[in-house]
């Protein structure tokens, strides 16, 4: 029992010893890999990788056949940074229904939808699309959310069963 409690003594005054200053001692070592990593910025939206896997999983679980979901989403994303009002108009569910100024907006087709373009497809609503990575979409049983809620995507049965659905845009809508 005395080599246990000697060898602890010896550990303990070792390491409550005050070091000396050596003039021969080498410079301090380089910080390890995790403490630069702590210290590192946090990389940007724009240099994470866009890994659709977990989100295409989670698709598939919660709403059903990701490639129609991914179609849709990524082609949303082309026409709204290319300002193709037609484009976007042919992806929304009708009639739409949405709010702005504090007034129900209802949108019976595609023509009004593309008349009323500015007025539904804010800046922000825009940059909330174009600017959202498909790994970092959320999804439930809602749809598949951009941004903070400014669009959502998601299935309109197109059967009884709702075993065949016709994946559309079915909110654009300011912040909450």
């Known amino acids: 029992m005395k080599t246990p ?3 602890f003594a010896a550990l303990w005054l070792a390491a409550c010893t005050p070091a000396t200053p050596d003039s021969t001692a080498a410079a301090p070592a380089a910080p390890s890999a995790e403490a630069a990593a702590a210290t590192a910025p ?3 939206v724009a240099e994470v990788v866009d890994d659709p896997l977990a ?5 598939d679980d919660v709403l059903g056949d990701h490639t129609r979901y991914e179609a849709v989403i990524r082609q949303l994303q082309r026409a709204v940074a290319a300002n193709d009002t037609a484009a976007v108009a042919a992806l929304v569910n009708y009639p739409f229904v949405t709010v ?14 593309v008349r009323d373009y500015d007025r539904i497809m804010t800046p922000a609503i825009a940059e ?3 600017r959202q990575k498909y790994s ?3 999804v439930n049983y809602k749809g598949v959310m951009f941004g903070n809620g400014e669009a959502w995507v998601n299935g309109i049965c197109k059967d009884d069963a709702c075993k065949d659905v016709d994946v ?7 912040a909450s």
């Not at 989100?55 to 698709?59: K, L």
């Open 5 to 7: 409690i000697a060898a």
């Open 42 to 44: 946090a990389p940007s």
């Open 55 to 59: 989100v295409n999983q989670t698709i």
């Open 100 to 113: 702005r100024d504090g007034e129900s907006l209802k949108v019976a087709d595609a023509d009004a939808f």
């Open 128 to 130: 909330a699309i174009t």
């Open 136 to 138: 970092q979409l959320m």
């Open 168 to 174: 559309r845009v079915v909110a654009l809508q300011p």
